[in-house]
């Protein structure tokens, strides 16, 4: 007798995905080894990668010998702290030591970095193994994760349809249980979006809060790293252990103040994704904890010409030398976002520069007053299906790339800490609520872990 396959989305979304708090708990009081969760991670990709295409390099000895090097370093009572002995994955833009960075191009194809990015050591000095690379967009420009020469990644929810990106591979293999935490990078929402349109946490700490040395650049002026998490609890120990949550004065006993940014200011939206994120809050709001109040973004449409203005010119100066040697080595989605981006001119980008001081003063002054977060939806659509460069939004038909960044790009440019957590689902697929702090990220954590539990009210 055969036994039955699981239905098909439980077999690609993760069935049992410990937090990064739950794995050092196992892996401090030995009830796990290190070595049997890179193991465990190991086997779940090989059940889901060939379908999910997540990683586009795999270093299984790396892994293990890794890993037994960690647990000896417990047994010796040398914990590292929280990450020490968590199976991770890094983004294919991102280089790690005598692993390829392809960028998922055929433009990179055999490149094997030689230094790893000073995050990637940093994070291998913490504990953390690494498992491999994932797939990206192609340079990590494009927020659909289904332009690479590595194929595209697909949805752990439904195979047909997109992750998002440019993270797509590294909030796939957070979506499938493979690991529960992936490093990617954030430019216009490469991490946000992805984890929105997969059912996981995408966190982007500050512009400039962590280097972006050793990671290859889309637009520098815009570039953050960022994280992919299975909990967005584990913002707090990720940004914990990176020296990302510096001390703050203790919160006052009354609820956070949280401000509801109307999307519909930022562009055309699915009011079922809506409805789905305002639900999540109404939740808290009735539990005590948080008070929610209407919050209006000045000069939204402003703020996002300046966005385009300045990425599109970075994007297509850093990429002059390969336009002009190596053209047909692109795919040809991104040949067409360049040959675009090469439209605008020195002039437009001086002023967009110059004008970008002023419209990030104009947006913090939002958190001036009573303001703790700022609140809205990630993207303004569940998953569109893989190669859709038109989708519906409400009532609406818009250029997918457009739709999916409309929501997220501003924040690049203001460079404030956001964080995407899961809110529930539409038509069975997941929704994502994005929260928007000042300057420190660690008001996103407990918030967006209240967020996740309250949504499962609402499913």
Request: with cysteine; aromatic share 4%; charged share 20%.
């Amino acid at each position: 007798m055969t036994t039955a396959k699981p239905p098909l989305r439980e077999r690609y979304t993760r069935t049992e995905l410990p937090s990064l708090r739950e794995l050092a708990t196992r892996l401090r009081t030995g009830s796990a080894t290190s070595t049997e969760l890179v193991g465990r991670a190991l086997a779940r990709i090989d059940a889901v990668n060939p379908d999910i295409n997540a990683f586009t390099y795999i270093d299984r000895a790396g892994a293990l010998d890794r890993a037994a090097e960690l647990d000896r370093e417990l047994r010796e009572q040398k914990p590292r702290g929280p990450l020490h002995g968590v199976p991770i994955a890094v983004k294919d833009v991102i280089d790690v030591a005598g692993m390829p960075t392809e960028c998922g191009s055929a433009h990179l194809a055999g490149n094997i970095a030689t230094v790893s990015a000073p995050l990637v050591t940093r994070l291998e000095e913490l504990g953390a193994v690494v498992l491999g690379k994932t797939v990206t967009h192609e340079f990590a420009y494009g927020p659909t994760g289904d332009c690479s020469a590595a194929g595209p990644s697909r949805n752990p929810h439904d195979l047909a349809r997109m992750t998002g990106g440019s993270s797509g591979g590294s909030a796939a293999a957070v979506a499938a249980g493979i690991v529960a935490l992936a490093v990617g990078t954030d430019t216009g929402g490469s991490c946000r979006v992805p984890a929105a349109l997969c059912g996981v946490t995408g966190f982007k700490p500050g512009y400039g809060q962590l280097e972006v040395e050793g990671v290859f650049p889309l637009a520098p002026g815009l570039d953050h790293i960022g994280f992919l998490l299975a909990d967005p609890a584990d913002i707090e120990v990720v940004g914990g252990e990176l020296g990302l949550l510096p001390p703050e004065p203790a919160p006052g006993s009354g609820p956070v103040t949280v401000g509801w940014l109307d999307p519909y200011r930022l562009g055309p939206a699915d009011p079922a994704v809506v409805a789905r994120c305002r639900a999540a809050l109404y939740g808290l709001e009735s539990a005590g904890l948080i008070r929610l109040v209407p919050a209006r973004l000045p000069r939204p449409r402003r703020l996002q010409e300046i966005f385009e203005t300045i990425q599109s010119f970075e994007v297509a100066a850093g990429h002059e030398s390969m336009m002009r040697n190596g053209l047909d080595l692109y795919q040809p989605d991104t040949v067409e976002r360049l040959r675009h981006a090469r439209q605008v001119t020195p002039q437009q980008y001086a002023g967009a520069r110059a004008a970008r001081p002023a419209a990030v003063a104009e947006v913090l002054d939002l958190f001036a007053g009573e303001t703790d977060v700022l609140a809205t939806i990630t993207t303004p659509i569940t998953a569109p299906l893989l190669g859709e460069r038109l989708s519906a939004v409400s009532s609406d038909r818009a250029p997918t790339k457009k739709a999916l960044l409309s929501m997220t790009a501003i924040w690049n440019l203001i460079g404030a800490p956001a964080v995407s957590v899961p809110a529930g689902e539409v038509g069975g697929m997941p929704v994502g609520l994005q929260l928007i702090a000042p300057h420190s990220s660690r008001p996103l954590a407990a918030l967006g872990a209240a967020v996740s539990r309250a949504s499962g009210l609402f499913l």
